[in-house]
């Protein structure tokens, strides 16, 4: 299946891209830490560079751990299923999901426009960044996660119809 696997790679890469995103972060505080605690003087800027990034990494991983499986569940019942069973389940979920995120995608893109053409700044810090770039991650999260969700709802159909799953490629 194609597009199942060009939904997940373009999922697998968004995540590597969220994960290193850890490095200016951790960048970023301790520059804080240094400039607030052995210089004495905080920086304007490091909480919202903090917050921005962390969301960042949370919107860009999202459809990743979607794909490998390390959404929260509880598998108490699941466990019990066989993987026909789990395969409905889990389609009946995303189908039942699929038109809330395709609405939060759809207004996060308008969010994020109209931050763009106003000009929106945070309004948190005396630095005070414009927000399109966040909001536009916010955007790019969600709808890879929509395209994950497609591609697990794609998977949990061909389980029903006894078909093999895509490999995974190798690492």
Do not use: C
């Not at 790679?9 to 505080?29: K, N």
């Not at 969600?142 to 799953?165: C, H, M, N, S, Y």
């Amino acid at each position: 299946m194609k597009l199942i696997q060009a939904i997940e790679s373009l999922t697998r890469w968004a995540g590597w891209v969220g994960a290193i995103l850890i490095f200016p972060l951790v960048g970023a505080l301790v520059v804080e830490v240094f400039s607030r605690y052995v210089i004495g003087r905080p920086t304007l800027w490091a909480f919202e560079i903090s917050y921005m990034v962390m969301g960042a990494m949370f919107m860009l991983g999202m459809a990743n751990a979607l794909r490998i499986g390390h959404h929260v569940s509880v598998d108490l019942v699941s466990m019990q299923l066989n993987d026909k069973t789990n395969a409905l389940l889990r389609m009946i979920g995303y189908v039942l999901f699929l038109p809330i995120l395709a609405w939060l995608v759809w207004e996060l893109f308008h969010y994020a426009l109209q931050a763009f053409n106003s000009n929106e700044r945070s309004g948190r810090s005396a630095w005070n960044p414009i927000v399109w770039p966040i909001l536009t991650v916010w955007f790019i999260g969600f709808t890879l996660l929509a395209l994950q969700v497609i591609a697990e709802l794609l998977k949990a159909v061909a389980i029903l119809r006894g078909q093999p799953l895509p490999e995974e490629p190798a690492s």
